[in-house]
């Protein structure tokens, strides 16, 4: 089955920038999408294909897509970004379509 | 301001079944896919289903099918998701969430609070 691979955890210090990464064979032809999650809530969209925001999501907040390789890129990190952020894409060739990366863990020091 | 709240969760033995529900409000129910995404206790996401705006289109994860089955109410503007034959590993934290295919892909742009279902004898 397809796999998203992320790094388990990133850590950064307040106004610095984090990247995590994101990893699947599919993605040079699929879209990505970020979610970000904090402890005991539920998930957050902040990045959809590949690169667009939603609203309501600040700007510190991009995408980009290189490859098989996504990064969601927050710029200026500040202690309320702290939380596990989760890709997801889809592979219509997969035996699960809809698939989410591991989650990457990311701390403010 | 669009809401989804899901409600059933509990705890069942091996081998039961649950019925989960999800109510839907602050949005037109029926211009949208809807799925299920679950999270087990400390891990990460895991996609379940989803179904089309009709509820003539289903989709489900591999280790799902023959086990779960999504269905919706668009009169009611509520998501389902009945789950039998239950195991453990089915333990989890289970998301109702609004599904955006205009992409051609779905993706997820709302959530909601999660109902957890806890499988153990």
């Known amino acids: 089955s397809y796999e998203l691979t992320q790094p388990p955890s990133v850590s950064v210090s307040p106004g610095q920038t984090a990247r995590i990464t994101c990893s699947g064979d599919a993605l040079p032809k699929q879209y990505a999408y970020w979610y970000q999650q904090k402890p005991g809530q539920a998930p957050v969209l902040v990045i959809y294909k590949d690169s667009e925001r939603p609203s309501g999501i600040p700007e510190r907040f991009s995408g980009s897509s290189s490859g098989t390789t996504v990064t969601l890129t927050i710029s200026g990190v500040q202690a309320e970004d702290e939380a596990n952020y989760y890709c997801q894409s889809a592979d219509s060739s997969s035996t699960s379509y809809v698939v989410f990366g591991g989650g990457t863990k990311l701390t403010v020091l | 301001q669009m809401q989804l709240v899901e409600s059933g969760g509990g705890l069942v033995k091996p081998g039961g079944s649950l019925r989960l529900s999800c109510a839907a409000s602050?949005?037109?129910?029926?211009?949208?896919?809807m799925s299920w995404i679950r999270q087990a206790p400390g891990k990460g996401l895991e996609w379940v289903s989803y179904i089309s705006i009709s509820g003539n289109y289903t989709n489900y994860a591999d280790s799902m099918k023959g086990r779960f089955t999504i269905s919706r109410d668009n009169a009611k503007n509520s998501l389902y998701l009945q789950m039998n034959s239950l195991r453990a590993e089915d333990t989890a934290v289970y998301y109702c969430?609004?599904?955006?295919?205009?992409?051609?892909?779905?993706?997820?742009?709302?959530w909601g609070q999660g109902t957890l279902v806890t499988v153990s004898s």
């Open positions: 969430a609004r599904a955006d295919l205009r992409g051609g892909d779905p993706y997820f742009d709302s």
């Open positions: 602050g949005f037109t129910f029926n211009d949208y896919y």
